[in-house]
């Protein structure tokens, strides 16, 4: 399946790519959570405080455990299924579902050095008999058949994607009909002003290495027009704001180091990334939306 060339991949997505190989050693695995590296969903108290360690923290573990749960949940994911984890990440979601779900996941993602990871995670766990993953672009092509996944899972992935409108595409056309893609992405909020948008999202956006942010309404619309039949487009009901916390300490801990002469250009940019998405986010410009869409039966 492994038939992408990297000379076909464009210059932004070799830049997010690029960008991710470097940073999920550090900043990811030893700086936000050893196995996701995606945003959590927390209960009362169950968000670290200032001074602990985020990658041992247990109430972090289980606010990332919780937001993949409620995301799939729609998909009714069972024993028996094939499900794609398009932007698979480091294989955090690929392992969780195969324990909790029983299916088979075949992870796609653009970021070898991820894949390294994730593949060595599978083999200790021993789990590489229901897991595998692939090279691939998902802007471009989910090296799959038509109609022959029955779940696609796609978690904090599609706002770096360079062509969103051509991976939901790609979505429906490998999804067997009544199969499903459940999904949660970065997006700025409906409504939001000119001069907010060019105040909050466009440092966001260029900070991140993100070409544009979906809303909740523009993301419903992309995914009628790529054929699927939308089932749910919403958010967490606040409790994803925990993050913004995280998001505020992690900036203060790299502001002491840069103030201390102990910083490098890394962290520089590190800082200017988790102050423009906290800073959006805290003034409602900026949220989490999670989204299920179904192939329609007839197709």
Known sequence: MNTLHESSVSDHDQAVAQYYGEATPGFYIRGWNPDHIHFGLFE??????????????????????RMIDVIVAPAAIGAGDHVVDAGCGIGGTAMHLVKTRGCTVTGVN???????????????????????????????????????????????????????GQFLREVARILKPGGRIVAMDWAQCDGVPADLHKRYIEPLCRHWLIRSLESRSSYAERLRESGLTVIEVDGFGGKDEGNIRLLEYAYRLLFMLWFGGMSTERHRMLMDQLQTLSMAWRDGCFELARYCAEKPENT
Not at 44 to 61: N, Y
């Open 44 to 65: 009362d108290g169950e968000c670290p405080e200032e001074g602990e360690s985020l990658a041992d923290s247990a109430g972090l573990a289980r606010a990332v455990v």
């Open 110 to 164: 653009i970021c070898r050095p991820q894949l390294e990871i994730a593949e060595k995670k599978v083999r200790d766990a021993g789990l590489d008999d229901r897991i595998g993953f692939t090279y691939g672009d998902c802007s471009q092509h989910l090296p799959f058949a038509d109609g022959s996944i029955d779940v696609v899972t796609n978690i904090e992935s599609a706002c770096h994607y360079g062509d969103r």
